[in-house]
């Protein structure tokens, strides 16, 4: 690979890895909204899945690459960030248990 194809995957690489930390955080603000809304604490271990992380993450993805006329998302690009997206959310998940 020459220095302009690794600069372009360099930065896809980033932007998806942004996509996926975005998704993390807009995944748990509707989690602690809903529970709030229900009088709920937040407790427990982390109630998301990896096939909730894969439609949150991947969908967004699809949109950012759309947008800047990107090829789509492949297997193992999805994979990565499904689990980006659902380590990152169970992170700030228990995070917020604490605070």
Do not use: F, Q
């Amino acid at each position: 690979m020459g220095p302009a194809i690794d600069a372009s995957s360099s930065c896809r690489e980033h932007m998806l890895d942004a996509t996926a930390l975005d998704a993390a955080r807009a995944w748990i603000e509707h989690l602690v909204e809903e529970l709030s809304r229900e009088g709920r604490a937040i407790e427990g271990g982390w109630p998301g899945t990896i096939n909730e992380a894969r439609g949150r993450c991947g969908s967004l993805a699809a949109r950012a690459l759309a947008v800047h006329a990107m090829p789509a998302l492949d297997r193992d690009e999805l994979g990565r960030l499904t689990r980006i997206a659902y380590d990152e959310a169970r992170r700030l998940w228990r995070a917020s248990e604490k605070t």
